[in-house]
């Protein structure tokens, strides 16, 4: 079974098919290049095409240099849109601007690097205008006024954990914790579109089913739990990416992945840490 990440998963289901990709299914990321002059001259005999020359194999600090990228990005475009102080709908037409692009990223059999660094410019610039508007919400409603450095705080705390956790082998991504985590996050996600209905009915005072009381709570730590266990499957995908040889192309699908768990992460832990900390 593969992972629940939309994005990491076609790039898991062709290092498992070991079809993917020319040299996928090497044992490790040091795959021998391929000599073109000399395969051109075998196949010329066969009468077949060649296999395309990919280039070299994916590796790890591939996949950081790139991540790297893109939380620049992010970073940047946050702190513009929270210096602009960004109305809602600018803040809406952002995150469908960034869904869009996600889905499209998700879904496409090409590595596509500047769709990726255009999501995480939208995403990162209706993260700072919401953000914000938490920020001044939980400082009007008694909350902490620093609660978006914690919730960044947060997000980096759980990566490191989930990384050591993951990387320890304390948490074993297999078959079992896969089926798992997919029935949570389709239960999750149900919740999470009822919720968002009810809102518009005034139920938890706009919140949805995130401001009944306990209930609420206990829905927002659910949410920042699954998107922690999240980054293991991330994990995981990538690893087997690696080991079987991907393409080093394939690194920008994997940071996009990351990418998009961790502003998930992020926006859990924001709305849990605000409503915690209000009256």
Do not use: H
């Amino acid at each position: 079974m593969e992972t629940n990440n939309p994005v990491l998963a076609r790039m898991e289901r062709d290092a498992k098919s070991n079809g993917g990709y020319a040299g996928f299914g090497a044992t490790t990321a040091t795959a021998a290049p391929v000599d073109a002059a000399i395969t051109q001259q075998q196949y010329d005999v066969t009468g077949t095409a060649p296999p395309e020359v990919l280039g070299p194999p994916l590796t790890i600090p591939d996949v950081i240099a790139k991540s790297a990228v893109m939380f620049v990005i992010v970073v940047a475009f946050a702190t513009v849109s929270w210096q602009m102080e960004i109305n809602y709908g600018l803040i809406l037409i952002s995150m469908l601007g960034g869904l869009g692009l996600g889905l499209w990223g998700a879904f496409s059999k090409k590595v596509r690097p500047w769709l990726y660094l255009a999501y995480a410019a939208l995403m990162g610039f209706a993260i700072g205008g919401i953000s914000l508007w938490y920020s001044t919400w939980a400082t009007e409603n008694g909350a902490e006024s620093n609660i978006v450095y914690q919730a960044v705080i947060g997000t980096f705390a759980a990566f490191a954990a989930m990384l050591f956790l993951y990387t320890t082998r304390i948490i074993k991504v297999n078959g079992t914790f896969k089926k798992a985590m997919a029935i949570a996050l389709v239960a999750y996600l149900g919740i999470a579109i009822v919720s968002f209905i009810s809102s518009f009915f005034g139920v938890g005072e706009g919140w949805g089913f995130y401001g009944v009381g306990g209930l609420g709570i206990l829905l927002c730590v659910a949410g920042v739990g699954l998107a922690s266990f999240s980054l293991a499957l991330d994990f995981d995908a990538i690893e087997t990416a690696v080991k079987a040889g991907a393409p080093e192309r394939e690194s920008w699908r994997c940071a996009f992945g990351l990418t998009v768990t961790l502003i998930w992460l992020y926006l859990e832990l924001l709305r849990l840490l605000a409503i915690l900390n209000s009256d």
